[in-house]
């Protein structure tokens, strides 16, 4: 028998899942437009009042206040990228955010760790993140390492450069850091470009992303702005992740929440982009909700994974690559 | 299934306090999984395979197929978890997930190679740390 090709048949590429609609997504969207405009958000340092200022923001310098007009917002995110290259040692292992392309990291920042060979619970320290790093270059399905533990043996001020160090000799996966101020990301920058060889080869293929939390609710801290400044000046990729917890640091109700989530991945975008047009940047949460009960955050809820799979959502429909936690 | 791009929280327990090697492991077999089922279900003419279901028909099987060969590697195939029936583990040891995880864990950190990091470049970026330990007064 002769089955012949069907013209333009739709196919699904896979399964999804969609959370809102498109009205709904407006709605969240407005929110967050109109708590930035009329309520605003509070920016600890000068440098990055200054740039909300110049790029048409209402800055009162009195309560470090910033309203960002909604066209400025809306230029922000159509400024920003469609999509991010993260890039490894290895080039074989670079990976693209886009358009509903799925990835797996590791957890990052663990305060404690459980020994793999005694089974005892301890604080971290160097030689854990690199085994850390080197188990994620061997596992086939983790795309990407993030800074897994924070080490206890190095000294606090510098420790984003030994962790980073520590990760990039043991994996030639793609390696996501935290920084905690300009300071860092410039020498992480500097020790970035000694392996790609040159300036304008590091510019083409960043070796390194960051990754900057703003403060529930709608803050600005200063080691975000700075990070989220240097990066941006190095066109290096920068998450701005959010970690509200609904009933504590935001509204008990998740679309609310989402509101005041978004507002503030908002906010840290428009800086990148008024910092830099056209900078990557990627649209990130680790929002979830608090256990009243316990005074706890529950990282492993429902809560959690609609949380997430809203905001891969509203990063689909910015066209923004998204970064959440999961899994 | 959202469409996240980059998903993470492989290897963390108790709430993102603790960081474990074997919860690693096993979270790479489950980002297996779930990317396994992203992929979703091909609808073409191979894979409806209705030529091979009537010459089957409703006694024979599928295993012998020119087909099952060329596709049985697209199924989905764990490494530490166990598939097995119960007699068959106990013949193994009776091993947990969580030991295997481990152990996997263990011999993944002392066996595997990254690409290695010229000398040269990891001698630079070593005296770029000193230098700023030195500037910040913890060398």
């Known amino acids: ?327 | 299934m959202a469409g996240a791009n980059q998903i993470y929280g492989a290897g963390m327990i108790e709430s993102g306090v603790t960081f474990d090697f074997g919860q690693l492991v096993m979270d790479n077999e489950f980002a297996r999984m779930i990317k396994h089922v992203v992929g979703g279900i091909a609808v073409n003419e191979e894979t409806l395979a209705l030529e091979d279901i009537a010459k089957v028909g409703a006694f024979g099987d599928f295993l012998s197929l020119d087909a099952t060969l060329k596709h049985m590697r697209e199924l989905s195939q764990p490494t530490v978890l166990d598939r097995r029936v119960r007699e068959d583990w106990e013949s193994l040891g009776s091993t947990d997930l969580a030991q295997r995880s481990r152990a996997r864990a263990l011999e993944i950190i002392e066996t595997h190679q990254p690409v290695p990091l010229d000398a040269d470049v990891a001698k630079q970026i070593r005296g770029i740390i000193e230098a700023a330990d030195k500037e910040k007064g913890v060398a």
């Open chain 1, 1 to 327: 028998m002769k089955r012949n090709l069907q013209a333009g048949r739709p196919t699904s590429g896979g399964l999804s899942l969609n959370v809102f609609t498109d009205a709904e997504i407006d709605d969240i969207h407005l929110g967050s437009l109109e708590i930035l405009e009329r309520t605003g958000i509070w920016v600890e340092a000068d440098d990055a009042l200054d740039i909300f200022a110049d790029g048409g923001c209402i800055v009162d310098r009195e309560t470090r206040m910033v309203r960002i007009p909604p066209y400025v917002v809306e230029d922000a995110i159509r400024s920003s990228p469609p999509k991010s290259f993260l890039c490894g040692r290895d080039p074989d292992m670079d990976i693209v955010l886009e358009a509903g392309r799925v990835y797996v990291s590791n957890f990052d920042e663990g305060i404690m760790i459980v020994d793999s060979r005694s089974g005892e619970y301890r604080h971290p320290v160097l030689q854990d993140v690199r085994e850390a790093a080197r188990l994620v270059d061997g596992l086939s399905d983790i795309d990407a390492y993030e800074s897994a533990v924070h080490p206890t043996d190095v000294p606090e001020v510098t420790a984003s450069l030994h962790k980073w160090e520590a990760a990039i000799a043991n994996t030639g996966k793609p390696v996501g850091t935290e920084a905690t101020s300009a300071y860092d990301v410039k020498k992480l920058i500097e020790m970035a470009t000694v392996i790609s060889g040159s300036d304008d080869e590091f510019r083409r293929r960043p070796l390194i992303g960051f990754g900057v939390c703003p403060v529930s609710p709608l803050k600005l801290p200063r080691d975000a702005t700075e990070v989220i400044i240097e990066s941006s000046r190095a066109w290096c990729p920068d998450t701005i992740l959010s970690m509200a917890m609904a009933g504590g640091s935001s509204p008990v109700t998740l679309a609310g929440t989402l509101v005041v989530h978004n507002a503030e991945v908002l906010s840290g975008i428009t800086l990148a982009q008024l910092t830099e047009r056209g900078c990557p940047v990627i649209y990130g949460s680790s929002t979830t909700a608090m256990d009243l009960r316990l005074a706890a955050a529950c990282v492993g809820s429902p809560e959690l994974a609609l949380f997430s799979a809203a905001c891969a959502q509203i990063a689909r429909r910015y066209l923004i690559p998204s970064f959440v936690a999961g899994l």
